[in-house]
């Protein structure tokens, strides 16, 4: 694993403040943004399973659904029809490590570059359980960048649990 680079620190707090929205809900507060080729934010989402009775909207999901949108926008503006859904050169950084489904989306969408910071050791694709980002029977490898602003984003979700299982 790599060592973070200072931006990967910043565009997790994107992430953060994403996540930290949900506390006010009844979701897990778990954040993601995607960040473009310019280093801007293409799509941004935080988990809204409880909250949209939606068993896939994880906040990977959500922000990739957002980005991929967004690009597509700006090739239909530059007149380009063709492969509109991939985000390349672009980076997910997510505050809690993927699972195998947000894993397999950023594989769909081709993403070549993951940044997240708490392990998740019972369901994590990203080197936990699965190594679905660098697995070499499919073709597309992404770079993965864990633990960047790890016990920030480990202690939203332990506070979170801790105040929903006293509850
Ligand atoms: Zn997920």
């Not at 988990?47 to 939606?54: K, M, P």
């Not at 007149?79 to 989306?105: F, K």
């Not at 960047?148 to 979170?160: I, S, T």
């Amino acid at each position: 694993m790599t060592s973070p680079e200072p931006r990967h620190a910043e565009w997790m707090g994107l992430a953060l403040s994403e996540a930290r929205q949900a506390l006010a809900t009844a979701d897990v507060p778990i954040g993601a943004v995607v960040i473009g080729p310019d280093g801007t934010v293409l799509g941004a989402g935080r988990n809204e399973r409880e909250a949209l009775g939606d068993p896939t909207a994880h906040a990977e999901m959500v922000a990739i659904r957002e980005a991929a949108a967004r690009l597509r926008e700006r090739r239909a503006d530059e007149g380009a029809r063709d492969d509109g859904w991939r985000l390349a050169d672009c980076t997910l950084v997510v505050t809690l490590e993927p699972c195998a489904m947000c894993a397999g989306a950023v594989v769909l969408a081709r993403i070549p570059r993951v940044v997240f910071g708490a392990w998740d050791e019972k369901a994590g694709a990203a080197g936990s359980v699965f190594d679905i980002l660098r697995e070499r029977r499919l073709n597309h490898w992404v770079e993965v960048y864990g633990g960047v602003r790890e016990q920030e984003c480990g202690d939203l979700l332990r506070d979170f649990f801790a105040k929903h299982r006293g509850a």
